[in-house]
């Protein structure tokens, strides 16, 4: 049983999202985030400089920046899954891995480019791009679970508290019968 999968939060129910960051589920998004790591650096390395010097120029900048971007997300997603594992081996306590985070910049990024020079960008920067998009999302959803809670999540902040007060409302009625 990993460090993580002790954590209990909400009177004693243990947090979906620890458990989450400590299971295989987990080291299979670990292994995924590296290996596109390694295949974007590997293409953009090699492959990619010859294909980007074939472009004309505005998609040529339209690679550029977005094998920018590409690069960053990966660093950024690379630094927070490490930092993850350090916690889910003990190397790190989660008090630790909180402060940390802040350092780590992990936030949605998007393509910088408009959707016609995107498409005019050679297939495998598109693929890299859009792979690095969706572990992102999983990223981001699981940084969200375990670091800022449910009710603090920007997305779901209202409904809560929608729900929270329709809770109160029911509870009014029905102390008053009715």
Request: net charge neutral.
């Amino acid at each position: 049983m990993s460090s993580v999968s002790g954590f209990y939060e909400n009177g004693g129910a243990v947090s979906f999202g620890h458990r989450l960051a400590g299971s295989e589920a987990f080291k299979n998004l670990f292994k995924e985030g590296m290996h596109l790591v390694e295949l974007s650096a590997a293409y953009l390395d090699g492959p990619g400089r010859l294909e980007a010097r074939a472009l004309p120029r505005a998609i040529a900048l339209a690679y550029a920046s977005e094998s920018m971007r590409l690069t960053t997300r990966l660093m950024q997603m690379a630094s927070w899954l490490l930092m993850q594992r350090a916690v889910n081996e003990g190397e790190m306590s989660p008090a630790q891995a909180a402060l940390e985070k802040n350092k780590v910049k992990l936030a949605r990024q998007d393509l910088s480019c408009d959707p016609q020079s995107f498409a005019s960008l050679p297939e495998i920067l598109q693929d890299l791009c859009e792979q690095s998009m969706r572990l992102q999302a999983r990223i981001l959803h699981l940084d969200s679970l375990l670091y800022q809670g449910p009710a603090r999540d920007s997305a779901r902040a209202r409904p809560i508290a929608i729900e929270s007060q329709l809770a109160m409302l029911r509870e009014a009625f029905d102390a008053r019968g009715g």
